[in-house]
């Protein structure tokens, strides 16, 4: 299952997560997601866990919980959509 996790720190490590998620069960992949020019944290991020009763637990112990001084959104992510067209950028 992909769970999207919000309101992170931005001082958080992809380990940090990884480590918080692993209580619950095993952690495929964990993706924080970065600014591509300053590489900093954008305050989001996802992981996976192949188990869904272990991500199930997961969320509901880690949804508005605190996480480095933060108390982080957890829930199960929704699949991409597809991106829609944008007007002429000028």
Known sequence: MNIYVGNLPY?????DLKD?????GE????????DKFSGQSK???FVE???NSEADE???ALNESN???RNIR???AKPRGERTERGPRY
Do not use: P, R, Y
């Open 11 to 15: 001082t958080i490590t992809e380990d």
């Open 74 to 76: 957890v829930n199960q």
């Open 43 to 45: 305050g989001f991020g």
């Open 58 to 60: 997961a969320i509901k």
């Open 27 to 34: 952690v495929s992949t964990v993706n924080v997601i970065t």
């Open 67 to 69: 996480l480095k001084g």
């Open 20 to 24: 918080a998620f692993a209580e619950f």
């Open 49 to 51: 866990m192949e188990n």
